[in-house]
């Protein structure tokens, strides 16, 4: 089962402060790489402007909205979906939720990219660090169960600053993975990790910092895991760079791709 259609549900424009490209900029590059769905997932906009650095101001969602209905007029072979990254913030979840209706999102993704401990984010481990990886295995596991997003991307980039593939390591990935298949969450296997630069890991293997190979081989070990493959673009060249190859990780491990189920979801609601 393979993604047919290009369908990439994962992006970021110059809106999220860390990328580049308005809408109009991703439209060309949607266009020449053929995709015919494509979603935009900002960094959720949060109260008090906390973790402003990676996102808009709520204020500023209509904007992007506006640009994204323009577009919508302009290319109407490309289907635009409206989305926010989510995080898991137990002090903001109900936020997150209501601000999906009130902005009408077709979707939520389910993020983590910290340890949030005490109102702060906290960086993941860059060696196996059993307090660190405890914490990042319970707020995974609380993301996936607050049924905030439609699926979880890059459940693995807790192994983006250096932790290695050990026996904490994968207890902590396979916690995650049985949690996604016991609630049907498809997992993400999240191209912009391929588009960094590699890590020298703390067992001294050089890898690329997400995807991490060990974890899309144990949940395909575990079976009944469904996955999404996505660019997570930040820059609109990258609208679709490294996505073929998380589809080949796919094939290869016989884990099925939904993307264009998940398309079609939302299309027909
Ligand atoms: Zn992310
Ligand atoms: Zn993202």
């Known amino acids: 089962m393979s993604n047919g259609r290009k369908i990439n549900l994962h992006n970021h424009t110059y809106y999220c402060r860390h990328g580049s490209g308005n809408v109009a900029d991703y439209m060309y590059w949607a266009e020449k790489e053929n995709i015919t769905v494509l979603a935009f997932s900002e960094h959720v906009p949060l109260p008090d402007e906390v973790l402003l650095r990676s996102r808009l101001r709520i204020e500023t969602l209509p904007f992007l909205w506006k640009e994204m209905e323009d577009a919508s007029a302009a ?17 903001f979840m109900n936020f997150q939720k209501e601000l999906k209706e009130a902005h009408k999102l077709d979707f939520m993704i389910a993020s983590n990219h910290y340890i949030w401990l005490d109102g702060h984010d906290n960086k993941f481990p860059s060696v196996t660090d059993r307090g660190a990886l405890k914490i990042v295995a319970e707020q995974s596991i609380a993301l996936i169960e607050s049924g905030l997003g439609i699926f979880f991307a890059h459940p693995d980039l807790f192994f983006a600053l250096g932790c290695p593939w050990s026996d904490e390591a994968k207890a902590v990935s396979k916690d995650i993975i049985e949690c996604a298949k016991a609630h049907k969450l498809p997992l993400e296997i999240n191209a912009y990790g391929l588009r960094k630069d590699m890590i020298t890991d703390a067992d001294g293997v050089t890898r690329p910092r997400y995807p ?58």
């Open 212 to 269: 991490k190979r060990e974890f899309w081989e144990l949940a395909a070990e575990i079976g009944g895991i469904e996955v999404v493959c996505n660019s997570d673009a930040h820059t609109p060249s990258a609208i679709w760079r490294g996505v073929p190859e998380c589809m080949a990780w796919a094939a290869e491990l016989d884990l099925p791709v939904v993307n264009e189920r998940l398309a079609r979801e939302i299309l027909t609601k």
């Open 75 to 91: 290319y109407p072979g490309i289907k635009l979906l409206r989305a926010l990254e989510g995080e898991y913030i137990p002090e």
